[in-house]
């Protein structure tokens, strides 16, 4: 398990270090409400698939034991 979240963090941080001065350039054409409806869609869908792994049998210990 450990080895799969320091995978998804190595992703992510090498998405927002090449995406990121490409997508300042476009932050003044994001208004405050889409970015804030990016963000409440963002944590539902993550929030919908920490449901949908741990809310099984056992979900949560087989989790840790990874």
Known sequence: MSTRIFR???LCV???GCAGPLAA??????SNKDAVAGLKEA???GS??????LGVENGFFCAIGR
């Not at 350039?25 to 994001?30: E, N, P, Q, S």
């Not at 919908?48 to 792994?53: D, G, M, N, T, Y």
């Open 14 to 16: 090498t998405l927002l």
């Open 43 to 45: 944590l539902a869908r």
């Open 25 to 30: 350039a476009g932050l003044a054409d994001i």
């Open 48 to 53: 919908q698939a920490a449901v949908q792994r």
């Open 8 to 10: 998804l963090f190595t």
